[in-house]
């Protein structure tokens, strides 16, 4: 038998939206072999996930069709995906393929527990089974993939559970059926440094263990150099360059894989780091080096009330003690994992959080005492960009209301032409086309709608902006044009920003300083290449070690 498990040749998807047809996914052709992971790269569009959904059989048969091509499922007789009937497809699928999805929490069925989901699919692909029997290999599933207590946790609901024991839970119901080829669709888009690090490590190993093939969608170049074994690029619907994984990412023939790998932050960062510093020494220098942002024993703790009466039976500190002081001009990183305070932190500088303890100063002005009145004044000059751009925006304002409303609310422009003239400045500034000012949140794309929410920021000319996660799950080439547009407008307005992250490499291009919080204390601070190049704390050298890196 050869070591091909699957082959695709001259795969064609066609969508159908009203009268336009896409061709989603052109004239694809690949080969996975057992027990190796084949990697498909690309941006956001550019048929990933639709070769993945094709392959799996799961696009509404209504508005998807294959002109041509096959999907070929080797065995001593291959079967053709294309040409399977759905009660054939449903025995497949599970058993012989498996998915990860990309947003576990969208995955998991909420009023159903992780275990009744895990026993559903395996009583089906396996009737024999007993419930006892099905409970037993439920609970040895999430034991593979290292759930604390499985035996307690499998009776718990999906949102009881973080989102990196989501993805586990996703990869233990993937894996219950033993398949053959497991397809994880961007499984570790957005999840901290130290939790992927995990998920790619318990992937490799259940792999080793099963000897099972792994179809594994990404953006991400440092994923890929740690698991794959061969490549595939894909740029509007067309793979324009595949081969074996080193020698694609060391000679990329291909200009598009050229720009990808160029977008890397830490490519950027040898690039243009000299000339970043440079920026932030002269604007120190232009503004006294004076701080612009001082935070005293700063503490932000939320009641854990339990019992009829709800008493207070304890506090979780999400903010614990904090004392920060952030330079005119300076970009100040603050790093570390989901549930360690950093978004509270930023809100609570800008008062959308309340302080229990502490105080923090802008501009030697104390705010952390002032009623939400006297903070009004002060929400000109202190900005906030969210991390999540689609919640964020009101889906029923246009752009030009969106950038309009905060300035007649601080008074800025004489009239209604007078500010859409400047909401128009703003877009070009983030290099947005100034006639997207008529178009609504839904018609943009990732990327474009984070630029939005920085124009929005920008409008009210403000002199510091807490960035939270800005760039996080965005194609490297997009997050390479925000990181490059917030340098460009720090360098024109000499704009101080707090930029919240878990993305290190992000950190190691943009910042000049860096601030490591953990449970709520800042465990580690100082100069960005003095922190990144030789930690003192034994958690920033576990994040730093926990970065997905090409080899150089």
């Not at 759930?147 to 894996?175: F, K, N, W």
């Not at 703790?301 to 952030?326: E, M, Q």
């Not at 704390?537 to 994040?543: A, E, P, S």
Request: hydrophobic share 40%; with cysteine; net charge negative.
């Amino acid at each position: 038998m050869s070591d091909v498990l699957l082959k695709i040749n001259q795969l064609r998807t066609h969508l159908e939206t009203g009268n336009k047809v896409v061709e989603a996914v052109d004239d694809v052709s690949f080969e996975i072999n057992r027990g190796e992971t084949f990697c498909l790269v690309g941006e956001s569009g550019s048929g990933k996930s639709i070769t993945a959904l094709s392959i799996m059989k799961l696009l509404p048969a209504s508005i998807a069709s294959h002109p041509s091509g096959s999907i070929q499922l080797m065995d001593a007789n291959p079967i053709n995906i294309l040409d399977v009937k759905e009660d054939e497809m449903r025995e497949i699928r599970g058993s012989r393929i498996a998915m990860i999805f990309q947003e576990p929490m969208n995955s998991l069925n909420p009023v159903y527990t992780i275990g009744e989901q895990i026993i559903e699919a395996l009583q089906i692909h396996q009737p024999e089974l007993s419930d006892q029997q099905a409970r037993t290999k439920a609970i040895k599933a999430l034991d593979d993939v290292q759930i604390p207590d499985p035996e307690q946790r499998i009776d718990e609901y999906s949102h009881r559970l973080s989102g990196g024991q989501r993805q586990r839970v996703m990869i233990a119901m993937a894996l219950a059926c033993e398949p053959e080829l497991l397809i994880a669709d961007e499984p570790t888009t957005a999840l901290d440094v130290t939790v992927q690090a995990e998920i790619l490590k318990l992937m490799k190993d259940l792999q080793h263990r099963n000897n099972m093939s792994i179809l594994f969608i990404t953006h991400d170049f440092g994923v890929v150099a740690q698991i794959a074994h061969k490549l595939a690029v894909m740029q509007l619907g067309k793979i324009v360059e595949q081969g074996d994984v080193q020698t694609v990412l060391k000679t990329p023939q291909h200009d598009y894989t050229k720009q990808l790998l160029a977008a890397l932050p830490e490519n950027l960062k040898q690039q243009h780091r000299a000339q970043i510093l440079a920026d932030m020494k002269q604007l120190q220098v232009n503004q006294n080096d004076s701080d612009l942002i001082k935070i005293e024993n700063l503490k932000v703790y939320f009641p854990i009330k339990k019992g009829v009466f709800r008493h207070t039976v304890d506090h979780v500190r999400a903010v614990d003690d904090v004392s920060l002081n952030i330079k005119k001009g300076e970009i100040l990183a603050l790093v570390g994992e989901s549930g360690c305070g950093k978004t509270t932190l930023g809100r609570a500088l800008l008062r959308l959080e309340e302080t229990t303890a502490g105080a923090f100063y802008y501009n030697d002005q104390e705010l952390s005492q002032l009623t939400q009145k006297q903070v009004k004044p002060f929400r000109q000059e202190l900005q906030f960009i969210f991390q999540d751009p689609m919640s964020s925006l009101n889906p029923r304002l246009n752009i030009a209301t969106t950038l309009i409303e905060p300035m007649t609310v601080h008074k800025i422009g004489r009239d209604k032409q007078e500010r859409i003239v400047l909401a128009e400045q703003a877009l070009e500034q983030v290099q947005l086309n100034p006639d997207y000012l008529w178009r609504y949140p839904h018609e943009f794309s990732g990327g474009q709608r984070q630029r939005i929410g920085i124009a929005r920021s920008l409008v009210l000319n403000p002199k510091f902006i807490v960035c939270d996660e800005v760039t996080s799950a965005l194609d490297v080439s997009v997050q390479a044009e925000i990181l490059n547009i917030l340098l460009q407008l720090r360098k024109d307005h000499g704009l101080t920003l707090l930029f919240i992250t878990h993305n290190i490499s992000v950190v190691e291009y943009i910042s000049d300083r860096i601030a490591v919080m953990y449970k709520g204390k800042i465990v580690e601070q100082g100069e960005t290449d003095q922190v990144t190049g030789s930690p003192q704390h034994g958690y920033t050298k576990q994040l730093l070690a926990a970065v997905p890196r090409l080899e150089h």
